[in-house]
């Protein structure tokens, strides 16, 4: 463990068994110097544990990142559960995983990522009350995804600004990939601040009703990175900057909602090299997990949410500043201001 590629001086990693459900999770706590460590529940089937772990490190260390930068009084950490979400769930699962969480007695708060639902949290909380993303309770926040694309999408503009001059998108073409939770709704306001959008996904329906709603032209998922676009927008998958991709891509930016989008942190230099502008993933992302944290403050504030919102698209800009202004890649800016909130909190 302590010698492993992505531990970077995690405070506990734990591991969690329970023989009747089956249950088989890892909570990696990566920080919790600013506050609880918070970050979602993936549920996933792992090839081996080995790969398991890899992801709860990686995943619970970008927590900690991700909330530094939304400047939001929690740490950062991840839990993940081995198993296939269609069909090893079961409500004693959800349960056995709601006291592994109670264990930790309120270090760790979790929530819904890949794999895992609002239901299933709902299962979470009649074991343990450090649990968010609900959709019942006094300060319930349900669903973040339209806080995250109003993030995205404010933050699409200040890249847009600096990578264009400007941030009129009238004659802007975004290539938006995957278009889910996140990437519908930064369709909708792209096209209404008169961007030309093409689109893919895997969800026909779903590409339908977005092309319906904004007039996108539709390409096949593997034709996204050839579009002859300004903006890239990945609001899918992670790893789909890579050696491959970085050949294709014609665009001047990339911004979009999805994690960990840099197959390796390297790309972030490449990107910077071939004058395309990347805004990190986890900056421009955060405004689901501070919607997340207004409801684990227990007093949900709408208002709150919008001025944290608003600064962190301010401090995105301040990185995209830094790094042009210092010829250094976005993502190298994003980690060291990242890294010395938590060590000043520490
Ligand atoms: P989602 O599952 O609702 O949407 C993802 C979409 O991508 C789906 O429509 C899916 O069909 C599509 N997709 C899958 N594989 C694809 C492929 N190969 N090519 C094209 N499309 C493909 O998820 P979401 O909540 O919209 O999240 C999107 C991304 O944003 C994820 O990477 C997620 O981790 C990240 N994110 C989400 C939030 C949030 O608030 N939901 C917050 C931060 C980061």
Redesign the pocket.
């Known amino acids: 463990m302590f010698d492993h590629p992505s531990f970077d001086a995690h405070e506990g990693v734990h591991m969690f068994h329970d023989a009747t459900s089956g249950l088989k999770a890892i909570i990696a706590v990566h920080s919790t110097a600013r506050g609880p460590a918070a970050g979602g529940c993936r549920m996933w089937n792992y090839d081996n544990g080995e790969a398991m772990l890899k992801d709860a490190l990686r995943l619970s260390q970008g927590m900690s990142y991700k909330n530094a930068m939304a400047d939001i009084p929690l740490g950062g950490g991840k839990a993940v559960i081995w198993g296939n979400a269609r069909i090893d769930k079961s409500p004693e699962l959800f349960r056995a995983f709601g006291r592994a969480v109670n264990s930790l007695q309120g270090k760790y708060i979790t929530a819904e990522d890949?794999g895992v639902s609002v239901a299933d949290m709902a299962i979470v909380r009649e074991e343990t009350p450090y649990v968010a993303g609900l959709d019942q309770g006094e300060a319930a926040s349900g669903d973040?995804?339209p806080v995250?694309a109003k993030g995205v999408f404010l933050g699409l503009l200040e890249t847009a600004k600096r990578a264009f001059g400007t941030s009129d998108l009238n004659g802007k073409t975004v290539a938006v990939?995957?278009?889910?939770?996140?990437?519908g709704h930064v369709c909708d306001y792209l096209a209404e601040a008169g961007a030309q959008l093409v689109i893919?996904?895997?969800?026909q329906a779903?590409l339908d009703a977005v092309s319906r709603r904004t007039g996108a032209t539709i390409v096949e998922?593997n034709a996204i990175y050839d579009v002859e676009a300004d903006i890239f927008a990945p609001?899918?998958?992670?790893a789909v900057v890579n050696e491959q991709t970085l050949e294709r891509l014609k665009v001047k930016a990339i911004a979009g909602?999805?994690?960990n989008q840099l197959i390796v942190p390297e790309m972030g230099e490449l990107l910077r090299r071939r004058g395309i502008l990347y805004a990190p993933d986890y900056v421009i992302?955060g405004g689901?997990i501070i919607n997340v944290a207004a409801e684990i403050s227990g007093n949900y504030s709408q208002e709150w949410v919008e001025a944290k919102l608003a600064r962190l698209v301010q401090t995105l800009g301040e990185v995209l500043d830094e790094a042009l202004a210092n010829n250094t890649p976005t993502n190298e800016v994003a980690d060291r201001i990242a890294r010395e909130r938590i060590a000043a909190a520490t």
Do not use: E
């Open positions: 890949v973040p995804s995250t990939q995957g278009v889910g939770h996140v990437g893919t996904d895997i969800d779903a998922p609001c899918a998958l992670g909602a999805a994690n992302n689901g």
